[in-house]
């Protein structure tokens, strides 16, 4: 994908700066629309595409909540699916006017899976949402610091390029299982083989077709240069998925979570009941999960949304020509701070942390280069507290394609790894291929910078890596090692 400069890649010493366009109004003067080579269009068009890459998080996110926390208490469907709609509507709004960057944040997945399957047994969901709170105010306060910053601003440009690469890969991965073109095999198989094409090595299953067939769509009007060409394959997907499905009345069950049909009644009345019922403390005292446990759960919680979100802005940036020389952002402080308040925000709505999505670069993709692009995905956002049903009309066959197909485009950051040179690529190879392979964007961080160290240090060059990078190589030993440190010092 052809890099699009922006103002952070003019010098600030260059005195003739009249190549920057003007703007053209006061829009285009606030998102620096004209600047980073971008369009109204572009950022509506982009927004829209994000939206519709990420709404089934609206479905999801209460699936995953649903489980009885520490009393057997349930949290409510409806109101779970209100305030994974307000968070996701409220943080990524502020994302874009604040940090104007084309980047949307709903319920982190790891964030959700985390409360539902090692905290709500022990705690009560106000006291897990408490949690939530706890780890993004941590967030913030790193943010403050301007810690995390120097942090991302300290990590060599190989890594970030491969950072990039390796979430593209990741992304691709994502799509592929969730298309059902790829799948793990069941522990039952006994073989050594972990994944496999479709089901028993075969393709099953209208909706695969109609994976491939927008994946298909999607590449081919790429490569005749068609504007919105993500936008209009998902449409395209959407509709022949529509069409499917009721001419051959296709099982629910087929498609999964979304499934093709138009909702009998597309309004539902929002219910924000769980809003601002919080425990911050709870969890520390003897009645939830006690000091220390609760202290290692927001421990891994700060440490998994620090990297994983870190890594996400640095990939999505450098795709979007945001990035200077250095692999810096323009304003990503700002970006940064907001994405630590979507922890606050999603505790506070009862929708568990927010945090910058992956399938911002679908919204990248289509021309995203502004905040403007995640005013539009918040906006739709917070029309879906209103029309909630019509979220689940886009099968995640058809999201997926749009995964795979921006996971290709980040793969042309590979062309900036000396690959010749192995003190380069071999952590960043550590960090492409962990981040698919171990299912975690934080994983693979942590592999490259403790390869990068080792390997300096391993030459007698141990003072070039610098002190926030040695800083970072022994949080990631303690990251990785956390098990057996639990285990010694008795936390379970």
């Not at 992304?171 to 089901?199: K, Y």
Request: glycine share 12%; proline share 5%.
């Amino acid at each position: 994908m052809t890099q699009i400069s922006t103002e952070s890649s003019v010098s600030s010493s260059d005195p003739d700066r009249s190549s920057t366009p003007k703007p053209k109004n006061a829009l285009d003067a606030f998102f620096k629309i004209s600047a980073r080579g971008s369009s109204v269009a572009g950022e509506v068009r982009g927004g829209l595409t994000t939206f519709m890459a990420m709404a089934y998080i609206l479905l999801l996110n209460p699936i995953i909540l649903s489980v009885p926390d520490v009393n057997g208490q349930h949290l409510s469907h409806a109101q779970v699916t209100t305030a994974t709609a307000l968070a996701a509507a409220v943080t990524t709004i502020l994302l874009g006017v604040v940090g104007n960057a084309p980047l949307a944040a709903a319920a982190g997945l790891g964030v959700s899976n985390t409360l539902a399957a090692v905290m709500a047994p022990h705690v009560t969901w106000p006291q897990a949402m408490g949690l939530c709170v706890i780890y993004g105010a941590a967030i913030v306060l790193l943010v403050v610091t301007g810690l995390r910053e120097k942090i991302m601003n300290g990590i060599p440009m190989a890594l970030k390029h491969a950072i990039t690469i390796g979430i593209g890969l990741f992304i691709a991965l994502i799509g592929l299982v969730n298309a059902g073109f790829v799948s793990r095999l069941p522990d039952a198989a006994h073989t050594d083989t972990p994944l496999q094409l479709g089901v028993n090595d075969n393709l099953q299953g209208w909706p695969v077709l109609i994976f491939a067939i927008t994946l298909l769509t999607i590449f081919i009007l790429q490569t005749r240069k068609v504007p919105g060409a993500i936008l209009i394959g998902i449409v395209v997907g959407t509709v022949l998925s529509l069409i499917l499905n009721a001419a051959l009345n296709i099982p629910d069950a087929t498609w999964g979570i979304s499934v093709p049909k138009w909702p009998g009644n597309p309004v539902a009345s929002p219910d924000f009941g769980l809003f601002g019922h919080i425990d911050l403390f709870g969890a520390f005292s003897s009645k939830g999960m006690g000091a220390l446990s609760a202290g290692f759960a927001v421990f891994a919680l700060v440490l998994a949304g620090f990297f994983d979100a870190m890594a996400t802005i640095i990939g999505i940036g450098t795709e979007a020509g945001l990035a200077d020389e250095q692999g810096r952002m323009p304003g990503v402080s700002k970006a940064l701070f907001i994405d630590g308040t979507g922890g606050i925000i999603g505790g506070v709505a009862g929708a568990s942390g927010q945090t910058v999505f992956i399938e911002s670069a679908t919204g990248v993709g289509e021309g995203a280069r502004t905040g403007l692009s995640s005013v539009v995905t918040g906006v739709v956002f917070a029309a879906m507290l209103f029309f909630t049903p019509l979220a689940g009309m886009v099968p995640g066959q058809v999201a997926a394609a749009a995964l795979v197909v921006i996971g290709s485009m980040m793969l042309a950051q590979a062309r900036h790894i000396e690959w010749a040179d192995r003190e380069v690529a071999i952590p960043a190879f550590l960090t492409i291929a962990l981040m698919p392979f171990t299912y975690s964007i934080t994983a693979g961080v942590g592999a490259g910078v403790i390869a990068y160290c080792a390997i300096k240090a391993g030459r007698g060059r141990w003072r070039e890596p610098g002190v926030l990078m040695w800083g970072l190589t022994a949080v990631f030993l303690v990251y990785f090692a956390l098990h057996p440190i639990k285990l010694w010092l008795g936390v379970h």
